[in-house]
């Protein structure tokens, strides 16, 4: 089965855990598979999230890779619906790594 990804780019600096806390907050979701390698939040409608972050100590940014079994177009709107919410609900600075 083919995975689709659309990536959202964060500008602030956020550890994983915090940043999986604070998706799944803004998609009123929870986390799946904590303590694993991949953990995830499960948004409405199927697609999930999975948080990328910088390596080696980087900065920012950190990437939210918004995952879809369904198709391109279906991660793309759950990817573009997660940034409204993170818009509304936090001061992250989020951009669409993708064309629309």
């Keep these: 089965m083919p995975l689709y990804c659309a990536t959202l780019v964060v500008r602030d600096a956020v ?19 904590p ?7 499960v948004l409405p409608g199927g ?3 999975e948080v990328e972050i910088p390596k080696f100590g980087e ?5 939210l890779d918004v995952y879809s079994t369904l198709g391109d177009d ?19 600075t989020v951009k669409p790594d993708f064309v629309l």
């Design 47 to 49: 697609a999930w999230v």
């Design 74 to 92: 279906h991660a793309k709107i759950a990817a573009l619906a997660l940034l409204a919410r993170l818009e509304e609900q936090t001061a992250w």
């Design 15 to 33: 550890t994983k855990l915090d940043a999986l806390a604070i998706v799944a907050l803004a998609a009123d979701a929870v986390v799946t598979d």
């Design 35 to 41: 303590g694993t390698v991949r953990p995830k939040v």
């Design 59 to 63: 900065p920012p940014p950190l990437a």
